[in-house]
């Protein structure tokens, strides 16, 4: 969807628009006579399709429902799927099922108008529809795995986004080979009675081969990796003119004792810490320094424009594809040791108790005078003392931080913060490159000292502009819905935890804090997650639910992240002049983009990894993991192994020494003769069976293990 479609969208769709004719609505949107043209035609589209209507004396108005809703499709693995419909004044409809003789040609992702054949009903049946147009395509380009059959070329499309093999003309086309990983346009979508056409459009080279995989998942999600020459020509020309003597409207840093903590393979360091006591209030003064990449990248210019369009950086194993060209990212704007780097500081204090008394911001300029991993600070704080080496004014320092992140940590539960411990993966590879182990990130009190502080300025700096009165980008997360905390009431109850009431967020964390080191803590953790709605980047008034934030917004990381630059830029105007502005209009629709994108490269970085991990098991089919059950359905129950970041199927076909039925209330399979239950939480061990990589699919089988002991009294039959 373009910006000017989603900005007319915006407008039209909140609860104060009144009807007016095109010209006001351009004025009202600040829609230039150069850009007019396209203006137009984007109002004729939505037009046409049945997004706008233009009614008595050519006023514009949102188009009336009449049983017709707009949303985002998405197919499942059987062949059916769901249309989330898009958010009007803030609100989002039930998703509706659509059948799979109803889907047309629609693909995942696909913006799609729905004509609604049921309504919801009282048993909590969802409504049902059609997909009657496809108003937009999310991509016409695929990867896959190319293969021949009867004499045509065919393409096994990676993932589950299409049931079946898409032609691709005559055997050999483009010089492909079976095996082969291609990309392919899509001529013709395929329906339920209909394959689909493509055409190759380029040759990634042989499934299996070092890269490839890296490459396709690339092309798959269209992650843009190579920077057009004028924005490389921009960076090469900030670097020629970069002067780090220059420190003229700068505050002077670089002779503070100031850190950074990252993790040991990062590409980009884009915050430093420095933090003192003051001698006669004892109040902590603590300083947040994040890179200044605004000073290299003025609005308007190439590196503006590409990082605008990424929005984010993407971090694949062994691969960064950067929002800034490594010129910028990883070099004149990165906060390294020894180097005098330009920022944009939040200079905080706070009492001993941790209450935020003050805050000021400045340009500033540092001297990093230490880099440590996360590691390493974890080694450091088990000690008794300074390890050798480490100068003594350093390790006072991380101390100090430790001390103050554990009180701000303690407040900002107390306040009702939800803490969520999600498994992160980690790859190990040979001396060769290859997968040869994974585990789980640690997470321990060196992260948390670097997240206490960076969540300390997001929040400063998000009240600062608020008390501005000036819209700015948020970092928002909805309260949840109620009738989606009451469904995780019921399942933590099934597990055993107390809870009164399910919207209090005090119960909820006494939940996750209870379930913290327990077998079950991913299955808790998952499900509230599941329960809750995703955050976003919005200029809208809302708090972080997650956070029990008011004001809250990111600012720590505009070297990869592009709603943190924009802060910074309505920062610097401030600190500059006094005042600042924003549209909000032109801020929504930004907001809308850079939270695509967003979940764009995090669902490319999850690929990837389960690529690769796939990849490693399916030449260890028989391998034995003890594994925690996340998930159970009528069809058979999820588990997540416990050492080991795979989660995988088992199969209730696979269950062959029972008949097993299914119970929704007690999330479990129960073994109708033997009584063998598999439960939300419970441990199993399994063996990996099947690995289909085309599908990213992974089978489990349960081990054998002995019956339990029949109960006390019953009589064995003769």
Known sequence: ????????LNFISKKTYQPIKPKALARKLNIGADVYGDFRRALRDMIRQGQVEMGRNHLVKPAQPHGAVTGVFRRVAAGFGFVRPQAIDGKVGPEILIRESHTGDAATGDVVLVRILKKPNRSDLGPVGEITQVLERATRQFVGTYFEREGQGLVRVDGDVFRHSIFVGDPGAKGAKPDDKVVFEMLRFPTPEDRGEGVIAEILGQRGQPGVDTLSVIRAYALPDVFPADALEEARQAAATFDERDLEGRDDFTREVIITIDPADAHDFDDAISLTIDPKSK????????????????????????????????????????MFPELISNGLASLQQGKVRFTKSALMDFTPQGQRANVRFANGAIKVTKRFSYEQVSEILALEGPPEGLDEEVYRLLLRMRDLALILRKRRLKRGALELVMPEPELEYDEAGKVSGAHFRKHDISHEMIEEFMLSANEAVAEHLDRLHVPFLRRVHPAPEPTKLEAFATFARSLGYKIEQAQDRFSLQRVLQQSAGKPDVYAVHYALLRSLKKAAYAPDDEEHYALASADYCHFTSPIRRYPDLTVHRQLGQWLRTGRTGGDEEELSALGDHCSR?????????????????????????????????????DYGFFGQAEHFPVEGLVHISTLNDDYYYYDEATHSLTGQRTRRRYRLGDKVQVEVVRVDLQRRQLDFRVRPEPLPPEPKGRKKKR
Do not use: C, N
């Not at 373009?2 to 900005?7: G, L, R």
């Not at 603590?286 to 950086?313: M, N, Q």
């Open 597 to 633: 994108m967003e979940r764009r490269a995090e669902t490319a970085e999850r690929e990837l990894i389960k690529v690769r991990l796939l990849d490693y098991l399916s030449h260890r089919l028989g391998t034995t993991l003890e594994v925690v059950i996340t998930g159970v359905a």
């Open 1 to 8: 969807m373009s910006d000017f479609h989603q900005k007319i």
């Open 283 to 322: 109040h902590w003064q603590l300083g947040v320094h994040i890179a200044d990449v605004g000073h290299f990248a003025p609005p308007g210019g190439a590196l503006d424009r590409e990082a605008r369009k990424r929005a984010t950086s993407v971090y694949l194993p062994q691969r960064v594809i950067p």
